[in-house]
Each structure stands twice: as structure tokens, then as C-alpha cells.
């Protein structure tokens, strides 16, 4: 992981430049300085602001080489690729069209947070049709083999049905377009109601049909907060995915259902299964037999450590920290406890979102299985908002290969 700030040699090195240009720089807003830890207080300098000042001095110097190599770098953890005004993760925060996301969990709704996010209003949301009555008869016909699918699989043969059979699906007018997906995330709570055999509850708030459908109503509100704090994240490898998807000219249904395939990855949604797993294996064993059969299992720390948040992630912070509020006794509750203290001592890493998620479902008396339809009910509202700037972008997402064969 590239340190987050640079000393001033380190700093002058890598810009080739002597110091008093480097506090130039500092002094125009070009790179940001804070005083470091110790009696000396000597400046230290945002690794980020020097490297993206590089970037763009390569850039003027040599700009074919320079955008090539900065491509190269850019698919894997690296500088953004796409403009959006949708959601920012910076300083160890997160936020949704400039508002706190963390903050936004305390009170918001699911719907309220959609609004925000496809429209920029989140008081438009009753314009919208979050509260549709869908016949679902057509999309799983009447031998409905419901029982042998997850939930996850559920909602891919609905989002499937959806973008072959809806007349709207290919609406694209901008007018359009938050009704639209309005439609999709209604389908998606719809089929979670048929999956779990409840009768569908449309004139609920869409955490409530949740809540009601898993049989948790008391805790209605913890899977509201969860919802809030997963509705975006930047262009992870899900949302790329709705991205591309949806700069082709498909639908929104189908842009989601590129998304929710993508989700389906050990390095990405089904990292909240492993920390499921790793949470089951903590109540039966130890914390520390659990993390060190699932670092050997699987080559990495399940729930633990973000690329983006070096100071833990906030998301986290936010969800256990209701948790810990309303559930402190439960089992899984003194599990997470455990995990954290044996994780922070023997690595340093802190907990992501999967151990967050992980331990709501825990709680809540849900699978592992639950961890991943949870994950995907929240990001399809993000899904959804990407998809819809990609389509009012009106640019197709196609990057170039750079050719390293024979």
C-alpha cells in the first residue's frame, strides 16, 4: 500500500525539484502539508497531491507516453478513470453528492438516498416509483424453482427477464431515466419478497420490506442504516461494471445485472460471505484459530483492512457501532470484539464492511448467503446512479489494450 505522506526529501525527489519550489507548491494549493507527529513537527506532504502534480508534469513533458503509462496503472487501485459527481471517498470519509454518508445513515431512508443519488433531490423521492405493485408471474413462470436458488440467483433471472420483456427497458431519455430505476429496484424487493414467501408489501419503505420479509422487524432500522452506508462506493469492479454495461446502450436492468455478476466474486461481495464464514468459525473455535485458518484458506484477512480507508473504514465504525448499541450481548457481538482485538494486535488491519455486514446477518439470524442479498440491495441503488450518468454521458466506455505479446 503507497504511504500517505512523504517527507520533504521524499517529496523533492520524486518531483526532481529543490525545496523551495516544493513549499511553492505548497503555498499555491498544489500540494497539501500538515506537521508531523514528535517534538520536531517536522512537515510531512499528501503522497496523493505529489503524485497527481507528477502525473500531470508528465503529462505536459511526454503526453502520448504519459497517458499510456498512467492507463496502465489506473486499472488496479490507481487514479480515477471516470468524471462522476455522484460519490467521493477522500480523508477516510465517504460521501453521496457531497453529503456525509455516515451521517446521511443516522436518519435517512433507502429511498430518500436513491433520489439523492439519480437526481441530485433527495426530497423527489415520492415522484419516483419505489412503491410500484409488480406481477412477477411472467418472470419466474409457473414452475417456479425458487427454492433452488439463492436469493442473489433470484434477482439475476428477474434483472434478465426484466431487460428482454420490459417495453421501457430501453428508455434512455433523461427524463425518463429515474423511473426507471425506480422499476429495477423495485423488482429487486419484489423478488426478494417471492424468494423468501412473503406476500409483497409495496406501501412499505424499502428497508421495512426487507425487515418484513426476513422476519426482523425489530431491527428494521439496523438494515436501513446498512443500506444507507452500501449504496455506493466509487468505481469499484461492481459499479465498472454497470458502467460499461450501460454506455453500450443497454438497459438499466441489464446494467444492473452486469453488476450483480461482477459482485459475485471472492474479492469483492463474496468477501462478505468469508467474513461470515470467518465469524461462524470465531463462535465455534477462538479468534485467533478462526483468522489463522482463514488467512491459510483463503490468502488474505477476511473483513479486514481497505485500500481506501488506512485509518479503518468508516462504514464499519458506523454500522458496528449500532450494532454494538442495540446488540452488544449477542454472540456474534463478543466475536467481533475478539476478531478485532486478535486482528489489530497480530496485523495492525482494521475492520472493513464485510465484518460489519457479517455480523448484522449474524445477529440477525441470517446465512451467509443473506450477507451477499443484502450487499446487492444496497449498491443496485449506486448501480443504478452510475449507470444513469454513464447513459446521460453519452460516451462509450472502451479502453485500449496495450499489445505486450510477440
Same mark, same amino acid.
Given at each position: 500500500?503507497?504511504?500517505?505522506?512523504?517527507?520533504?526529501?521524499?517529496?523533492?525527489?520524486?518531483?526532481?525539484?529543490?525545496?523551495?519550489?516544493?513549499?511553492?507548491?505548497?503555498?499555491?494549493?498544489?500540494?497539501?502539508?500538515?506537521?508531523?507527529?514528535?517534538?520536531?513537527?517536522?512537515?510531512?506532504?499528501?503522497?496523493?497531491?505529489?503524485?497527481?502534480?507528477?502525473?500531470?508534469?508528465?503529462?505536459?513533458?511526454?503526453?502520448?507516453?504519459?497517458?499510456?503509462?498512467?492507463?496502465?496503472?489506473?486499472?488496479?487501485?490507481?487514479?480515477?478513470?471516470?468524471?462522476?459527481?455522484?460519490?467521493?471517498?477522500?480523508?477516510?470519509?465517504?460521501?453521496?453528492?457531497?453529503?456525509?454518508?455516515?451521517?446521511?445513515?443516522?436518519?435517512?431512508?433507502?429511498?430518500?438516498? +436513491?433520489? =439523492?443519488?439519480?437526481?441530485?433531490?433527495?426530497? *423527489?423521492?415520492?415522484? /419516483? $416509483? !419505489?412503491? %410500484? #405493485? &409488480?406481477?412477477?408471474?411472467?418472470?419466474?413462470?409457473?414452475?417456479?424453482?425458487?427454492?433452488?436458488?439463492?436469493?442473489?440467483?433470484?434477482?439475476?433471472?428477474?434483472?434478465?427477464?426484466?431487460?428482454?420483456?420490459?417495453?421501457?427497458?430501453?428508455?434512455?431519455?433523461?427524463?425518463?431515466?429515474?423511473?426507471?430505476?425506480?422499476?429495477?429496484?423495485?423488482?429487486?424487493? +419484489?423478488? =426478494?419478497?417471492?424468494?423468501?414467501?412473503?406476500? *409483497?408489501?409495496?406501501? /412499505? $419503505? !424499502?428497508? %421495512? #420490506? &426487507?425487515?418484513?420479509?426476513?422476519?426482523?422487524?425489530?431491527?428494521?432500522?439496523?438494515?436501513?442504516?446498512?443500506?444507507?452506508?452500501?449504496?455506493?462506493?466509487?468505481?469499484?469492479?461492481?459499479?465498472?461494471?454497470?458502467?460499461?454495461?450501460?454506455?453500450?446502450?443497454?438497459?438499466?436492468?441489464?446494467?444492473?445485472?452486469?453488476?450483480?455478476?461482477?459482485?459475485?466474486?471472492?474479492?469483492?461481495?463474496?468477501?462478505?460471505?468469508?467474513?461470515?464464514?470467518?465469524?461462524?468459525?470465531?463462535?465455534?473455535?477462538?479468534?485467533?484459530?478462526?483468522?489463522?485458518?482463514?488467512?491459510?484458506?483463503?490468502?488474505?484477512?477476511?473483513?479486514?483492512?481497505?485500500?481506501?480507508?488506512?485509518?479503518?473504514?468508516?462504514?464499519?465504525?458506523?454500522?458496528?457501532?449500532?450494532?454494538?448499541?442495540?446488540?452488544?450481548?449477542?454472540?456474534?457481538?463478543?466475536?467481533?470484539?475478539?476478531?478485532?482485538?486478535?486482528?489489530?494486535?497480530?496485523?495492525?488491519?482494521?475492520?472493513?464492511?464485510?465484518?460489519?455486514?457479517?455480523?448484522?446477518?449474524?445477529?440477525?439470524?441470517?446465512?451467509?448467503?443473506?450477507?451477499?442479498?443484502?450487499?446487492?440491495?444496497?449498491?443496485?441503488?449506486?448501480?443504478?446512479?452510475?449507470?444513469?450518468?454513464?447513459?446521460?454521458?453519452?460516451?462509450?466506455?472502451?479502453?485500449?489494450?496495450?499489445?505486450?505479446?510477440?
Amino acid at each position: 500500500m503507497a504511504e500517505q505522506f512523504l517527507r520533504a526529501v521524499e517529496a523533492t525527489a520524486l518531483l526532481g525539484v529543490k525545496p523551495a519550489t516544493l513549499y511553492a507548491y505548497v503555498s499555491r494549493g498544489l500540494i497539501r502539508s500538515e506537521a508531523g507527529p514528535g517534538k520536531s513537527r517536522q512537515r510531512l506532504y499528501h503522497a496523493e497531491d505529489v503524485r497527481a502534480l507528477l502525473a500531470r508534469q508528465e503529462l505536459k513533458r511526454d503526453p502520448a507516453g504519459a497517458v499510456q503509462g498512467a492507463a496502465a496503472g489506473a486499472l488496479e487501485w490507481g487514479m480515477p478513470v471516470l468524471d462522476s459527481a455522484l460519490t467521493r471517498i477522500a480523508g477516510g470519509t465517504l460521501s453521496y453528492r457531497g453529503r456525509d454518508a455516515v451521517t446521511l445513515a443516522d436518519s435517512a431512508t433507502v429511498e430518500e438516498v +436513491a433520489a =439523492l443519488l439519480w437526481t441530485g433531490n433527495a426530497d *423527489g423521492w415520492a415522484s /419516483l $416509483p !419505489l412503491r %410500484a #405493485r &409488480l406481477n412477477l408471474g411472467a418472470t419466474f413462470g409457473r414452475k417456479d424453482s425458487r427454492q433452488n436458488l439463492s436469493c442473489a440467483e433470484a434477482f439475476l433471472h428477474a434483472l434478465a427477464h426484466a431487460g428482454a420483456q420490459d417495453i421501457g427497458a430501453q428508455d434512455t431519455r433523461a427524463g425518463q431515466l429515474p423511473a426507471r430505476a425506480a422499476r429495477v429496484l423495485s423488482l429487486l424487493y +419484489a423478488t =426478494l419478497e417471492r424468494h423468501e414467501r412473503r406476500p *409483497g408489501a409495496p406501501d /412499505l $419503505p !424499502l428497508h %421495512a #420490506r &426487507l425487515a418484513r420479509a426476513w422476519g426482523v422487524m425489530a431491527d428494521a432500522d439496523l438494515l436501513r442504516r446498512a443500506l444507507v452506508l452500501l449504496a455506493d462506493h466509487e468505481l469499484n469492479v461492481s459499479t465498472f461494471a454497470a458502467r460499461v454495461t450501460a454506455s453500450s446502450g443497454a438497459g438499466l436492468p441489464h446494467a444492473t445485472l452486469a453488476a450483480l455478476c461482477a459482485l459475485q466474486g471472492p474479492r469483492h461481495g463474496l468477501a462478505a460471505y468469508a467474513a461470515h464464514e470467518l465469524l461462524t468459525h470465531t463462535l465455534f473455535t477462538d479468534a485467533r484459530m478462526a483468522l489463522k485458518a482463514a488467512t491459510q484458506q483463503r490468502a488474505f484477512l477476511p473483513g479486514f483492512g481497505h485500500p481506501l480507508y488506512p485509518e479503518g473504514d468508516p462504514r464499519a465504525r458506523a454500522l458496528l457501532g449500532a450494532l454494538e448499541a442495540t446488540h452488544a450481548g449477542a454472540p456474534a457481538m463478543r466475536a467481533v470484539r475478539d476478531l478485532q482485538t486478535v486482528a489489530r494486535a497480530e496485523t495492525g488491519e482494521l475492520a472493513n464492511v464485510d465484518l460489519a455486514l457479517a455480523a448484522l446477518t449474524h445477529t440477525l439470524g441470517r446465512g451467509p448467503d443473506d450477507a451477499l442479498t443484502l450487499f446487492a440491495l444496497a449498491r443496485a441503488t449506486g448501480w443504478l446512479a452510475h449507470a444513469t450518468e454513464t447513459v446521460l454521458g453519452g460516451r462509450m466506455i472502451r479502453p485500449r489494450a496495450r499489445y505486450v505479446g510477440l
